[in-house]
Each structure stands twice: as C-alpha cells, then as structure tokens.
C-alpha cells in the first residue's frame, strides 16, 4: 500500500462482490460469539447490496435473530418514516422481516434537539452494555460497519468539525452535516466506534476514487482516524481503487 500504517486493504472484483465479502465477515463474526451478538450498521447508500443478502438465504437461516442486537452508527435527525432515515433504510431491507423488535436499537428522533437524541442513545448503549465507562478488553460491539464520504467523514464525524474530537462521551449531535443532505446528525464518537472486534469500511464505485486516494496517502480525515481497537479491514471494490494500489484478495 501506498503509506504504512494503514488498515487491512481487501479488494472486491465490483459492488455485488463487495457485498458478498462484507456478509461473509459478518456473518464469520456472528458465528464466532456464542453468547449475545451486537452489530453496529451504517447509513448511506453502500451497504444496501450487503442488507439484502443478509435478509435472504442462506444467510438468514444462519443468523441467531434472538442473540443479535442492531444497532446504528449514525442517523439523520429525520423522523423514523423519512425515506433520509438510515435505520429505516435497514429495517425495510432485513430486519424488521426477521429481528425481534426489541434487538433493533434506532436512534431516536422524536426529541428537541440532536444533543437530546444523542443522550438517549448513549444512556441505551450503556445500558446494554452495563457501564458507563468502556473497557478495552471487552468490546461494545463485536463488528462496526462503516463508510467514507467523499469528504473523507465517517459515520456522521465530519472533518475539522468539532465532534471528531470528542473523546468522553459515546454519542453526539452534529448540528450541521459537511455534505448532502443538509440536516443535523447524531452520531457515535471515534471511542464508542472504536469499541469492537472489528470495524468494517465498505468502500464501492469509481466516485469514491478520489477519497480513496487521499485516505491511502495518509491524509488523517475522520476515515482513517477511525479505528478498531481490535481488527479494522478497508473493503474496496476495483472501481474504487486508486491506480497503483493492489490489496488481498
């Protein structure tokens, strides 16, 4: 790879590829814990090949709905029937057809403010995770899927925006996104992000080329600052990928 220090570089053939992998990583991390699963999903339009597939066979026949809680990394402050709500986009693709309700974890929306709604969703992720305080030997969550605007933000952690830098709490809101839509966002920090056995970037289509090219060399935007404290694998399709570079697979 083109600077070291980067995470792991998987490359895809295309997009339909890319969704197969991703589902195998995370269906391999699902079938690794034997006790109560938690999976951390992401908005935007990358991962909806990889929802689909995780809705239909085989791979709905091998989940455990009833130890796998969804959760969500990000959410437009948009109400929950808004065709801009992430977790609406997931729960209409898999889950609401197969997961009990009460192990879909949405931010909420319905409050004041994004700083409300992102003090409701820390309380929940506390309360799941039974401490207020995270502990690097016992991960929040056993995977984090994510994605890299083109502005180089992840989940909604915008560059040279005040929320990257937070530190303490798990959830903020962003009062004003860097790119479109033009709404507020709630969003996890790059700890309570970072709190996995592995955090996943699904990273698909030509238009992301040039991101990808910035985020290789090195350029510390919020996708490259945001890291598991466990395992972190950048998942690339071919028309994504800078020429140059070559990655596994």
Not at 38 to 57: F, H, M, N, R, V
Not at 69 to 80: L, N, Y
Request: hydrophobic share 45%; glycine share 8%.
């Amino acid at each position: 790879m083109a600077a070291a220090g980067l995470p792991e570089l998987i490359v895809a053939a295309d997009a339909g590829a890319l969704a197969q992998a991703a589902a195998e990583r995370v269906m391999a991390r699902i079938t690794a814990n034997p006790s109560r699963i938690a999976i951390c999903l992401t908005g935007g339009s990358s991962p909806k090949q990889l929802y689909q597939l995780l809705g239909s066979d085989p791979c709905r026949g091998k989940i455990p709905w009833d130890r796998v809680h969804w959760f969500i990394g990000d959410e437009r402050f948009v109400p929950e029937s808004d065709p801009l709500n992430n977790m609406a986009v997931a729960r209409a693709a898999f889950l609401d057809r197969n997961a009990p309700s009460g192990h879909i974890h949405p931010i909420p929306t319905t409050a004041d403010n994004p700083d409300r709604s992102a003090e409701a969703y820390a309380r929940e992720l506390q309360a799941f995770y039974g401490s207020e305080s995270l502990d690097p030997a016992r991960p929040l969550f056993d995977l984090v899927l994510m994605g890299a605007g083109p502005d180089g933000h992840t989940a909604s952690l915008f560059p040279g925006f005040p929320e990257i830098e937070e530190t303490e709490r798990w959830v903020v809101g962003v009062p004003k996104a860097n790119v479109a839509p033009f709404v507020p966002r709630v969003s996890l920090t790059l700890p309570a992000l970072a709190s996995c056995h592995e955090m996943l970037f699904e990273i698909a289509g030509h238009d992301k080329q040039p991101i990808l090219t910035r985020l290789v060399n090195g350029e510390t935007l919020p996708a490259l600052r945001a890291r598991s404290n466990g395992e972190t694998v950048w998942l690339v399709d071919r028309a994504a990928l800078p020429e140059g570079i070559r990655g596994g697979r």
